[in-house]
């Protein structure tokens, strides 16, 4: 029973910390991956209503058309970045950096969207070491929680008769 519960509250913790995390280490800009294809357009997903306590950020989610298929990438919502893809014309060329990493393999997070070779969209060294900053906090809080879960579990286990 103990090694059960144990067991389930890790699963438990991991899965809502996989919800909320991204990529769990931001990658180095030169370890990014690239597409190069055309934009097609863009649209803000809105998770929470901006509230102290939402857990999950709003995106921006980028669509572009890269080897004849439209393509869509993540990208932390920030109100000048979206100013920004208000004024990019359709089928402009661009490169998409990106990068897919544990726990959401199947998520493209975008870190740098770049048109002729400049960067027009770029998260900055700050705001991605504020955002490592951010994962490795949140990591703490649910490897605390799990812990105490599995402190009380064992406490108040059922007694053998």
């Not at 029973?1 to 990658?27: E, H, R, S, T």
């Not at 439209?70 to 950096?97: D, F, H, I």
């Not at 959401?104 to 490592?132: C, E, H, M, N």
């Amino acid at each position: 029973m103990k090694l059960q519960y144990i067991c389930g509250m890790f699963v438990l913790c991991f899965f809502a910390w996989a919800v909320v995390v991204d990529n769990a280490i931001i990658p180095a800009n030169d370890a990014l991956r690239q597409d190069v294809g055309g934009y097609s357009r863009y649209r803000v997903k809105q998770w929470g209503n901006g509230g102290k306590l939402d857990v999950l950020s709003d995106e921006l989610l980028v669509y572009a058309i890269v080897k004849n298929r439209e393509q869509l990438y993540y990208m932390e919502y920030n109100p000048y970045l979206e100013n920004s893809l208000k004024t990019l014309a359709p089928g402009t060329s661009v490169q998409l950096r990106y990068s897919r990493s544990f726990p959401k393999f199947w998520k493209r997070t975008l870190y740098d969207l770049r048109i002729g070779g400049v960067s027009s969209l770029r998260l900055s060294g700050a705001q991605l070491a504020a955002k490592q900053k951010e994962v490795w906090k949140f990591t703490g809080i649910m490897g605390g929680i799990f812990l105490f879960l599995s402190v009380i579990g064992l406490f108040n286990k059922p007694k053998r008769r």
